[in-house]
């Protein structure tokens, strides 16, 4: 009851702009003094206040009734790319809307347009481009309209919108196939390593202690028994399947870049890899900072990407937590710039089981792009993104 009462005023406070402050503070000023000095100069300032809030009161009136449809086509481009939008304002009272003003926000700027007078059921679009310069998230909206006075004095905002995201991902270079994966999965590809319990049938063996007798293939070994007439067991053995499972983990600390623009350039580097796992029908997780995501829907690791900020949750963090997200990984991917010291790879990596294929990448712009080993790991050093392809040709396979 209490609260509900509080929002009433707030709301009614809230239509008081700056200016209608001031005179309403002018106004009353002025009254006090003028009860200890006499001055008419100061009667008619304090009149002229209390006019001017008397003359904008009624264009509070009256009640804005419309429908706003914005339109953004498309919502996910790469970045340099543009965005075709438009707000359609739809009068849905019964009378004639007054001119009045839409407010509509673009990320760090507002688009303001003037509505003309639209009748009952008439429709007024505005249209305009939302440009891309880099990787991010753009919110559009809400759209509010204001109706008040000339002088701004009073205003009353209406939000017939929610808020609307351009999602903006970075530029990403083509890649070839990142290779086999090492998941056992239904939909595995057979290898020539065996395996004692998985789904691809290979042959026979005889038994030896430690095997499970559930993989005991009873009616060979009774044929076997009969044939040589001693007693011989029988195993069933298995060709493992395997699938990959592509999990990338870009560091988010702000310490360990000595450019932002690293840091960006990692972000396009998880993006191609990415958008090469879903070419290839591979299963993607991407973790960094606050931000992860994790399976097949190519979309979700790519909008987790655009959302990616620098913070302070660093490398190991970050792969601790792709571990609990993504168990099943096979190529794990570790981005980072030239400040991070060797050891945190290394760390980030034990997080993961031993037969993960790691690549630690450590972005750097003022570097040479190749390729090193360390700690039994190849380590790709790049400078550009577009030598990312090359590098990934040498390593990932």
Not at 156 to 175: A, F, H, K
Not at 302 to 327: F, K, M
Request: with cysteine; hydrophobic share 45%.
């Amino acid at each position: 009851m209490v609260d509900d009462v509080l929002d009433r005023v707030r709301a009614l406070l809230g239509v008081v702009n700056p200016l209608g402050w001031m005179l309403l503070a002018g106004g009353v000023l002025c009254s006090l003094l003028l009860t200890h000095t006499h001055w008419r100069e100061l009667a008619v300032v304090a009149a002229a206040c209390l006019l001017l809030l008397l003359l904008a009161l009624p264009f509070l009136l009256g009640r804005t009734s419309v429908r706003v449809a914005l339109v953004l086509d498309p919502q996910r481009v790469v970045a340099g790319q543009s965005v075709a939008a438009g707000v359609e304002v739809t009068n849905v009272a019964a009378r004639r809307l007054l001119p009045t003003l839409l407010e509509l926000p673009v990320g760090e700027t507002v688009h303001r347009y003037g509505l003309p007078s639209l009748g009952a059921g008439a429709t007024h679009t505005e249209s305009f481009t939302v440009r891309t310069e880099r990787r991010g998230v753009i919110a559009v909206g809400p759209a509010t309209t204001r109706r008040g006075d000339p002088l701004s004095v009073f205003s009353r905002d209406v939000e017939w919108t929610g808020v609307t995201e351009v999602l903006v991902r970075p530029p990403m270079v083509p890649l070839e196939s990142l290779g086999a994966g090492l998941l056992r999965d239904l939909e595995g590809v057979e290898t020539d390593a065996v395996s004692q319990s998985d789904l691809a049938f290979h042959a026979l063996r005889e038994y030896v202690p430690g095997d499970d007798l559930r993989h005991v293939h009873w009616r060979s070994s009774a044929k076997a028994t009969g044939s040589a007439g001693e007693s011989q067991l029988l195993v069933r053995q298995y060709l493992d399947t395997r699938r990959s499972h592509a999990t990338i983990v870009v560091d988010d600390a702000t310490d360990a870049w000595l450019d932002p623009q690293d840091y960006e350039t990692a972000m396009s580097v998880a993006a191609s890899i990415a958008v090469r796992a879903v070419i290839d029908d591979v299963e993607t997780s991407f973790v960094s900072g606050a931000q992860a995501a994790s399976g097949i829907d190519g979309n979700l690791t790519l909008d987790a990407i655009c959302r990616a900020v620098p913070g302070r949750t660093g490398l190991v963090a970050a792969a601790r937590r792709a571990a609990a997200v993504a168990g099943d990984t096979s190529l794990l991917f570790l981005l980072s710039g030239p400040e991070t010291p060797f050891e945190s790879f290394q760390r980030a990596a034990a997080a993961f089981p031993p037969e993960v294929r790691t690549f630690p990448v450590v972005v750097d712009a003022t570097g040479r792009t190749r390729v090193t080993e360390a700690g039994g790991m190849p380590v790709l050093h790049l400078t550009a993104r577009d030598d990312l392809g090359p590098l990934l040709r040498w390593s990932v396979r």
